[in-house]
């Protein structure tokens, strides 16, 4: 016999059987019970929250011989001819394949003979905003006017599609987004009637992955009890099928972007991208955490609003504490920007390695919200005491990891002095001169993955065709100094100047000044009129 998918198997088939749309059921079965059954019904919603279900249930229960409490007694001659799909009295229309004039006129010759058994003949209309204008304006008169004994049931999940003059003539019932508590609920009592070991947190996160709709979730519990079939479901295999992430990688990721570390954010997604996990996935689960961390600072009694154990309502409070509001909006907008482009992309970890980049430098976009980051960084900085450089030739914009001390005393009172000058051979000083002049440009080229890590830098001379970048940030120094770069950065100079340029790299020391002057060896002798012995 062919197995049958957990939601075919499990579908209810009773109003009591359906969950999370009580208001509805009730009304439902009220009808039934005093016999105001109305001649059409539009059910709306999402996907996987109960639409065609009810509706099958309702045709039964119209058409059952022995009623119990409004709902289908499921024993009676009528009833199991509905369920088998052998009665005529009930029909289902898939709108999205028959959505013409002629399969609507079809029913329209259709309700003109009374049913041969039961008491009403049902249609059910799926996905019916997928009719044709000319579909809905045939369905109209039959819709406002029908025999008594006909009722047509509507469900869609686009309702602002069809058009007001079939939403007038229609009872409209919409259909809630199911809790997490209610699917994980149903999904523990279905595992359990499968005798399906498995874990509450496994099922706690299915749940939540299911996004309001118990199809979805029972679809995610059959896949992934079939990757681990006979053993127990853990929290773990469900993160591993499902291409997720434990709540603790959130919080790495958070502390670095908060902290600035780009380097650090790279490596963590070069990690979760080795382990296989869904780049999608990550995001959208990071947006919803970072969603949580707002909710915790700007709302009164935010713990009632959020679907969380105590464990994790704790560490949520920590990262809260280092959290700003304006930098939390600045990173939900960045990633629901790139949760969209993510859908189309074909380098999804460029995509998320650049908007990971963006959040640790806000100084790389001009809009509101970046500049208020900014401004709140800067303002920190200085009340902590943190000097805060002007951005002049040659000299690093800021030091934001070195306080007030005696080095940055000796290197403010260093850079009022004139800058000394240094003597070059005429082939490197030209090298030297030519990269200098490009070297904005040069970086921008590389692309937005690369530019970041070049901010701040300075050229200087290393040798017969050898240039040294000069990083004044240590982060950047990591990133930029990594062999692919270099590679690419000597590529695309060859490529650019028509001649082979190596380069190699350091890290600024402290107080170092960086503002030297180059001059040709015969520029010196010129200008100085004595004997220069150049040393090698």
């Known amino acids: 016999m062919s197995y049958t998918a957990l939601y075919r198997k499990w ?136 025999p008594s004994y006909v009722i047509f049931i509507l469900a ?61 979730a029972l679809s995610l519990l059959d896949q992934c009890a079939a990757f681990h079939y006979g053993e127990t479901l853990t929290y773990e295999h469900v993160l591993d099928i499902l291409g997720a992430v434990d709540t603790g990688v959130f919080r790495e990721l958070f502390a670095a972007v908060s902290k600035k570390r780009t380097a650090e954010c ?24 970072l969603r949580n961390l707002l909710l915790l600072k700007t709302a009164e009694d935010a713990e009632g609003l959020l679907d969380l154990s105590e464990e994790n309502l704790k560490l949520l409070r920590e990262d809260a504490q280092l959290a700003d509001e304006a ?30 980049i963006k959040l640790t430098r806000p100084q790389m976009e001009e809009n509101l919200d970046s500049v208020l980051v900014r401004l709140a960084e800067l303002e920190k900085k200085i009340e902590e005491g943190i000097p805060v450089a002007y951005a002049g030739c040659g000299r690093p914009v800021d030091r934001p990891d070195v306080p ?4 940055a005393a000796e290197e403010t009172e260093a ?10 051979p005429k082939a490197q000083l030209e090298d030297l001169n030519q990269i200098r002049g490009e070297w904005g440009k040069l970086v921008r080229e590389m692309g937005m993955s690369i530019r970041p890590c070049f901010r701040e830098t300075v050229v200087e001379p290393a040798g017969e065709g050898c240039l ?28 650019r100047f028509g001649k082979t340029l190596y380069f190699k790299t350091r890290l600024r020391e402290s107080g170092e000044r960086l503002d030297t002057c180059y001059i040709s060896d015969e520029e010196l002798r010129e200008n100085v009129h004595m004997e220069i012995e150049i040393e090698s």
């Open 404 to 407: 007030l001390t005696d080095a």
């Open 11 to 146: 579908r209810p088939r009773v109003f009591a059987d359906v969950k999370g749309q009580d208001a509805i059921t009730a009304t439902l079965k009220n009808q039934i019970l005093a016999g105001r059954i109305g001649h059409a019904y539009l059910f709306c919603g999402t996907r996987g929250t109960g639409k065609t279900t009810v509706a099958k249930i309702f045709a039964r229960a119209v058409n059952c011989e022995n009623p119990t409490e409004g709902s289908p007694c499921g024993e009676c001659e009528s009833c199991r001819r509905i369920l088998e799909g052998a009665s005529l009295n009930v029909v289902e229309i898939d709108a999205a394949s028959n959505n013409g004039v002629e399969n609507i006129r079809e029913i329209r010759e259709q309700v003109q003979y009374p049913p041969a058994e039961g008491r009403y003949r049902v249609y059910i209309i799926d996905e019916v905003h997928m009719l044709s204008t000319g579909a809905f304006n045939a369905l109209l008169k039959t819709l406002e006017e029908p």
């Open 327 to 356: 930098a939390l909006m600045r990173e939900i907008r960045v990633l629901s920007e790139l949760s969209g482009q993510l859908r189309f992309a074909s380098q999804k970890r460029v995509l998320v390695e650049v908007a990971f």
């Open 156 to 216: 869609t999940t686009e309702a602002h599609k069809i058009p007001v003059t079939v939403l007038s003539r229609c009872q409209r019932y919409d259909f809630k987004r199911i809790t997490v508590d209610v699917i994980a609920a149903r999904l523990k009592e279905l595992t359990a009637a499968e005798q399906m070991p498995v874990e509450e947190r496994a099922l706690q996160y299915v749940a939540k992955v299911g996004d309001g709709s118990m199809r979805d």
């Open 415 to 424: 850079s009022q002095t004139r800058a000394h000058t240094v003597a070059l």
């Open 266 to 289: 790279i490596r963590r997604l070069e990690e979760l991208v080795a382990q296989g996990r869904e780049l999608s996935q990550l995001i959208t689960d990071f947006v919803w955490y």
């Open 468 to 495: 040294c970048i000069v990083f004044s940030n240590k982060m950047n120094f990591e990133m930029g100094s990594r062999p692919s770069v270099i590679g690419d950065l000597e590529r695309h100079a060859e490529e």
